[in-house]
């Protein structure tokens, strides 16, 4: 049985940075890709980052240049480094094993002076 289980989210002032994590377990991690999306309320779940097990990564052109995911296959652990946050930014985070229907439960983001 897959889990992921995220961590990270929190209250950011608009310009900080946070660190999300997800980790892994029952999945063969090191050769998986990962995925981090998000949703606002009233919006459909997004897009954010995503990285291969070869370690290749994609971003959705809103976190381009701001946003960093990176994976530890020692940890089973996905993170992603938000940076120069803005109040847009504000959501639930979730984590997703891609290509399956494992998600992670989920934590929340606020960016707000």
């Known amino acids: 049985q897959v889990r992921l289980v995220e961590s990270g989210g929190g209250l950011v002032q608009p310009g900080g940075s946070l660190r999300l994590s997800c980790a892994d377990s029952?999945?063969?991690?090191?050769?998986?890709?990962m995925g981090w999306y998000r949703q606002a309320p009233g919006n459909q779940r997004e897009f954010v980052a995503s990285?291969?097990?070869?370690?290749?990564?994609g971003y959705a052109d809103s976190v381009k240049g701001r946003f960093t995911i990176s994976r530890d296959n020692a940890k089973n652990t996905v993170y992603l480094q938000m940076n120069s946050l803005k109040p847009e930014d504000t959501a639930v985070y979730y984590c997703?094993?891609?290509?399956?229907?494992?998600w992670g439960q989920g934590t929340q983001v606020t960016v707000s002076s």
């Open positions: 997703h094993l891609i290509g399956t229907g494992y």
């Open positions: 029952g999945s063969d991690f090191r050769r998986s890709a």
């Open positions: 990285i291969t097990s070869a370690d290749t990564t």
